[in-house]
């Protein structure tokens, strides 16, 4: 996944944006010389847009997120980045068992006030 793909995704259950990027494990693939800005939200930089300066577009594009969280501020729910896809179900869609394995493997890199809202009931 790539940072820039923040800058379009809302929450599926209650359409708020911009989400809110936890990146585990990231790699860097490739360089680029032609890039695109952001238009309203930059990941990379955690901010908006229009507030910030200069920006490190074409480091930003070099990198491919593998592992990581997105997270909902407005209604807190969670979606996985598992093997450089965000996992972006609605509740009644999710598989519990996969949503399990992720927060066994990565809970310790979750900060705790977002791992105490993580239900997987």
Same mark, same amino acid.
């Given at each position: 996944?790539? *940072?820039? #793909?923040?800058?379009?995704?809302?929450?599926?259950?209650?359409?708020?944006?911009? &989400?809110?990027?936890?990146?585990?494990?990231?790699?860097?693939?490739?360089?680029?010389?032609?890039?695109?800005?952001? +238009? #309203?939200? =930059?990941?990379?930089?955690?901010?908006?847009?229009?507030? &910030?300066?200069?920006?490190?577009?074409? +480091? =930003? *594009?070099?990198?491919?997120?593998?592992?990581? &969280?997105?997270?909902?501020?407005? =209604?807190?729910?969670?979606?996985?980045?598992?093997?450089?896809?965000?996992?972006?179900?609605?509740?009644?869609?999710?598989?519990?068992?996969?949503?399990?394995?992720?927060?066994?493997?990565?809970?310790?890199?979750?900060?705790?006030?977002? #791992? +105490?809202?993580?239900?997987?009931?």
């Amino acid at each position: 996944m790539k *940072y820039r #793909l923040m800058d379009i995704l809302a929450c599926p259950m209650c359409r708020n944006f911009p &989400l809110k990027l936890l990146v585990f494990e990231r790699e860097s693939r490739y360089k680029v010389d032609n890039t695109v800005k952001c +238009e #309203l939200y =930059c990941s990379y930089h955690v901010g908006a847009v229009s507030e &910030l300066g200069e920006t490190r577009c074409a +480091e =930003c *594009y070099s990198y491919e997120i593998i592992n990581g &969280l997105i997270t909902c501020p407005k =209604c807190g729910r969670w979606y996985a980045i598992i093997d450089e896809i965000p996992i972006m179900l609605p509740d009644y869609l999710r598989d519990r068992s996969r949503d399990e394995e992720f927060i066994a493997k990565w809970g310790k890199n979750i900060p705790p006030e977002i #791992l +105490e809202k993580i239900s997987l009931s």
